[in-house]
């Protein structure tokens, strides 16, 4: 099965101009996650969604490069039916004439 979890959109602090450390700014995420699904048993996506944000807005992240390998262990460890987890991490306003952000993969191992 594939969760994708599309455009999630919340404040948090996360940069390290001056500014972005004290100030919140809008973040969008895009998440693609491949699971073994099994009957009765599910990822809940909204508790994905709000784990996300949730750790995002704790952590405040000086880079987004660290925030997207963090995240991505978290969520391993989290739900082990994870095989594969993509996310990308959008700052929208962080330049006036482009949206800028970063793509991280990561794969279970299985050994």
């Known amino acids: 099965m594939r969760i994708l979890i599309k455009e999630l959109r919340f404040e948090t602090i996360i940069g390290i101009l001056d500014t972005e450390r004290v100030t919140p700014q809008p973040v969008v995420l895009h998440v693609t996650i491949d699971y073994t699904y ?31 390998e963090d995240l991505l262990q978290k969520l391993l460890e989290k739900y082990p039916p994870i095989e594969k987890v993509k996310l990308t991490l959008l700052k929208p306003t962080i330049l006036a004439n482009a949206v800028v952000g970063l793509t991280q993969k990561i794969k279970r191992n299985k050994n």
């Open 38 to 68: 099994q009957t009765g048993s599910f990822i809940d996506y909204a508790e994905i969604a709000t784990f996300l944000e949730q750790t995002m807005q704790r952590e405040r992240y000086a880079l987004i490069e660290e925030a997207l």
